[in-house]
């Protein structure tokens, strides 16, 4: 073979496999009719086959706003009792602990008290007193009948027996603010419940020391749970759209499918400074005790005026880094991902949605669709 031979063979069989490098690549990219080309801008997507995906406009409707604020669940505490003791001493008897039912009359702790001691010895005092006191008033009574007793001695004995009397029922009634019995003599008071609830609150445990009233906490914290309250805070700017007597859905962190609804009671008058917020007393009655105080609450309410608002369907939402997107078309095979902000959804599986999109114009239907078929470009 000669030297033009050989390279005439040698260019032929350069453009034959030109030709199966360039076949190859057609075939490939042809393979996937509905992949999204991303083009340099990352937001711009550039679909091959857009008829594939269903498009909505976006609509405006007249609804009411939504405000969402976040809370805790809090004892009702017009039914709340301090239980605190009235006198000092030693914790004998600690009967009960935080979160026991305790029905009204049942005993809670039992303190030994010098003060009961004290005051139980002053009212056996005072009795002894004052039965002197009307032995000496039978005495001149019955000597100034026989006019063997002057009239002012009989008054002076008048008077002792009188301020006998005040003394006896003065040291009764510091015995009974002390939680003795004035029929009963001993140093040991039983505190016992004023009322029905859960003890929500506990301030001291076996064996302690208890403290004179004027520098002691309370010693329990009795609640009746069967109403309680939720309380939340609302920022000054939706103050306008939440009045008392509003209904308010209540959603709870330990039963996330379950909507509670509860009636607005009360709406702070003064703001907090560092949150520029008030405190909103929401009432939920709560008959089997499933809501526990201390839970975390979010509460929806809606405002009584109407206004226009955005929506779109749900589905057209997507959820994606903690951000909420849909995809709005932009040209025959261009479609652009757009960052709005999700505000609450609507009845009929709309959501209402505030972002750079307007009344009219087109978005996928389906955003986890489209950005499925968009995510497998480049594989």
Not at 189 to 198: C, D, F, H, K, M
Not at 320 to 327: A, C, E, P, Q
């Amino acid at each position: 073979m000669n030297r033009n031979s050989f390279l005439w063979s040698a260019i032929f069989l350069l453009a034959a496999f030109l030709l199966l490098v360039a076949l190859s690549c057609s075939n490939d990219t042809k393979a996937s009719p509905t992949k999204a080309e991303v083009t340099v801008d990352p937001n711009i997507f550039n679909v091959d086959r857009p008829e594939l995906f269903h498009l909505v406009p976006v609509e405006t409707r007249d609804l009411p706003n939504v405000i969402s604020a976040n809370g805790s669940v809090m004892p009702d505490a017009t039914r709340t009792i301090h239980v605190t003791s009235q006198g000092s001493g030693r914790v004998t008897d600690l009967r009960v602990k935080l979160g026991d039912y305790v029905k009204k009359g049942d005993t809670l702790v039992t303190i030994h008290s010098a003060d009961l001691a004290s005051a139980f010895s002053d009212y056996q005092k005072a009795v002894t007193d004052e039965r002197f006191a009307k032995k000496a008033l039978d005495r001149a009574q019955m000597l100034y009948s026989h006019g063997a007793f002057a009239q002012k001695d009989l008054e002076a004995a008048e008077d002792a027996e009188d301020k006998a009397k005040a003394d006896v029922q003065t040291t009764e009634q510091r015995v009974r603010l002390l939680g003795g019995d004035s029929n009963r003599s001993g140093s040991i008071i039983e505190l016992r419940a004023p009322v029905s609830g859960t003890i929500v609150e506990q301030n001291i445990a076996g064996y302690e020391g208890i403290k004179t009233l004027d520098n002691s906490p309370n010693l329990f914290t009795i609640a009746d749970l069967s109403q309680v309250w939720v309380v939340c805070d609302l920022y000054e700017n939706d103050l306008i759209d939440v009045k008392v007597g509003d209904t308010a859905e209540i959603r709870l962190n330990a039963y996330p499918e379950k909507v509670l609804h509860g009636k607005v009671a009360d709406i702070s008058r003064v703001l907090d400074p560092a949150t520029r917020s008030a405190k909103v007393r929401i009432v939920l009655a709560n008959p089997d005790g499933s809501l526990r105080p201390g839970m975390f609450a979010t509460a929806t309410f809606q405002s009584r005026q109407l206004q226009l608002s955005v929506v779109v369907p749900s589905t057209a939402i997507m959820r994606l880094h903690d951000r909420d997107w849909v995809f709005r078309k932009e040209g025959d095979n261009k479609f652009r991902k757009i960052e709005v902000k999700e505000l609450g959804t609507v009845t009929d599986n709309t959501t209402r949605i505030d972002g750079p999109v307007k009344p009219g114009e087109q978005i996928v239907a389906n955003a986890l669709e489209f950005s499925t078929s968009a995510s497998e470009q480049g594989k």
